[in-house]
């Protein structure tokens, strides 16, 4: 089955750029997602990017997907205190997706 | 705008009781799943239903049920809880797409097996 896998923790300064990256093993994965959890919440879903593309831009947020290597990425510019939480990486084909293990952002001021 | 809603966001419960939680979307979402979450694990996948009354094993679906009378409510059930069913519960609901579609996730109950 699918393995998707992100490092653990990420520590960076206010304003700064953080870039989270997250592998998978699946090529079948047809959407790959980013969700950002906040203490005590739920999942927020942050960004989606279909396999066909290999760079999607929302504001603050860039995805980068290598797809012959399986990679994501998730690029936070001008990264604030608010984006202090962990971020979880998921592959999917159809209704299921895996998840990564998550990936917790330290922002210090 | 997308709500999922979960009963309960903490729970104390003692070993060898019952427990229910109880998940609501108000999406008309078909799909409906039932994960807990635990530090180093990511999300693991423990009962999904993909229509009323239907249900699938995830992959963790060991002393867990489900419960899918109506649509909109989805409900999982530790028959006997564990110390080892102390965990985040996290339930999540999507539409039926050919290609699948994106899962919105409710606040999460965190509970703890004394």
């Known amino acids: 089955g699918e393995d998707v896998e992100q490092s653990l923790f990420l520590s960076v300064r206010e304003g700064d750029s953080s870039v989270i990256n997250c592998t998978y093993t699946?090529?079948?994965?047809?959407?790959l997602y980013w969700y950002k959890q906040e203490p005590g919440a739920g999942l927020q879903l942050l960004t989606y990017?279909?396999?066909?593309?290999d760079m999607k831009q929302d504001q603050r947020l860039t995805v980068l997907l290598n797809k012959k290597d399986k990679h994501l990425s998730l690029r936070i510019a001008d990264t604030q205190t608010g984006d202090s939480a962990i971020y979880f990486c998921?592959?999917?084909?159809?209704?299921?997706?895996?998840f990564g293990g998550g990936t917790r952002l330290m922002v210090k001021p | 705008d997308v709500k999922v809603t979960q009963s309960s966001r903490y729970l104390v419960k003692r070993t060898g009781e019952k427990v229910f939680l109880e998940c609501v979307q108000d999406?008309?979402?078909?799909?409906m799943f039932w994960y807990r979450q635990d530090p180093g694990l990511g999300l693991r996948l423990i009962y999904f239903?993909?229509?009323?009354?239907?249900?699938e094993k995830g992959d963790i679906p060991e002393g867990y049920s489900v419960s899918r009378e109506k649509k909109e409510r989805f409900s999982l059930i530790l028959e006997s809880a564990s110390t080892n069913q102390t965990s985040m519960y996290l339930c999540?609901?999507?539409?039926?797409?050919?290609?699948?579609?994106?899962?919105?996730f409710g606040p999460g109950t965190r509970l703890l097996v004394l």
């Open positions: 699946d090529s079948s994965s047809t959407y």
């Open positions: 999540a609901s999507s539409a039926d797409r050919e290609q699948g579609e994106t899962q919105y």
């Open positions: 239903s993909y229509d009323v009354k239907m249900k």
């Open positions: 998921a592959a999917g084909a159809g209704n299921m997706l895996t």
């Open positions: 999406m008309d979402h078909e799909n």
């Open positions: 990017i279909f396999s066909n593309m």
